[in-house]
């Protein structure tokens, strides 16, 4: 169990400006009322941040060139999305994926 | 998923997600054990900074022995989305204490932030400090637990990736992004799809020109500025 200092000085650091994002936002709009057209702006954020998440996941970058495709996380994609659409229970989508990915994984595919 | 906002519910609710943060923490504990970092260290840092593609960047600076100051700033590029997201949830917790929202803050993560978004749809756009906090800390715990396991397999596991719980996190967000998509009830699906379908076609481009974190906060605010744009009455 060792714990250096310059480690936990950068912990401390990356921790609070961490946590400055995360509860300031709270604070301030606590105070204050947030303007029709920001609320309206916020209310996207559900769908583009998931969609930028997801597809950050299913693309290889290659920085100055156009980004790769990363096959295994596309094709384990289609399995989780037609049980999305014919389950729409979390749990399920997230267990029918993983099972595909080991599935790909150990078939060797993509 | 119901319109419950209790603990029990908020165990409930927050279950599947629980594969994500394991999949993820375990990869996590395994990447700071092979980069000489000790399972304090590692444990520290997930109850500490708490963000999963934070703390791989950092554990990668600090192997490189990068100046702390660097550290801090790309950490604050990497979790500026945030930002966004606790705007988004806190706007239903106005009524909360002070000391509530802090707690809620505190806590957040992309998969619970999802999470609360989907749980509107379900309770007529209501929130509770109780069925959040309840989610928060269950996640909480068990992500740091999982970096701790993973670290201490760290020198057995050679292979992470071969039962695919890798995966279990970008399944969880093709699931949160369905059920947001067929349950909000404010927006017509179509016009959602169009965003969707704009926010692939950024990151596609972005990612040439800047590097991920950045690229999907990017994509994130010109998504939200092209649906306020086309919704503008």
Known sequence: ?110 | MNGDLTTRSGLHDVLPTLFGYIGVGLAFGIVGQTSHLSILEILLMSLLVYAGSAQFVITSMILAGSPIPAMILSTFLVNARMILMSTTIAQFFRKSSLRQNIAIGTLLTDETFALGMSKLNFTNGQLKPTWFNTANIVAYLVWALSTVIGGLLGNLITNPKAFGFDFALVAMFIGLLYLQIIGDRQKKIGLQLWIVLAVIIMMYGLLIVMSANMAILCATILGCLLGMVVTKK
């Open chain 1, 1 to 110: 169990m060792t714990l250096s200092s310059y480690v936990l000085w950068t912990l401390i650091g990356c921790g609070l400006i961490t946590w400055l994002s995360r509860i300031l936002p709270f604070v301030l709009v606590k105070h204050f009322r947030l303007p029709d057209w920001l609320v309206n702006f916020l209310s996207f954020v559900p769908i583009t941040i998931m969609t930028a998440l997801f597809v950050e996941n299913l693309l290889v970058p290659h920085p100055g060139h156009l980004p790769g495709i990363d096959w295994q996380n596309t094709l384990a994609s289609l399995p989780a999305i037609l049980t999305a659409v014919l389950t729409k229970s979390l749990l399920a989508i997230v267990i029918v994926g993983v099972a595909a990915m080991a599935v790909i994984r150990l078939m060797g595919w993509g």
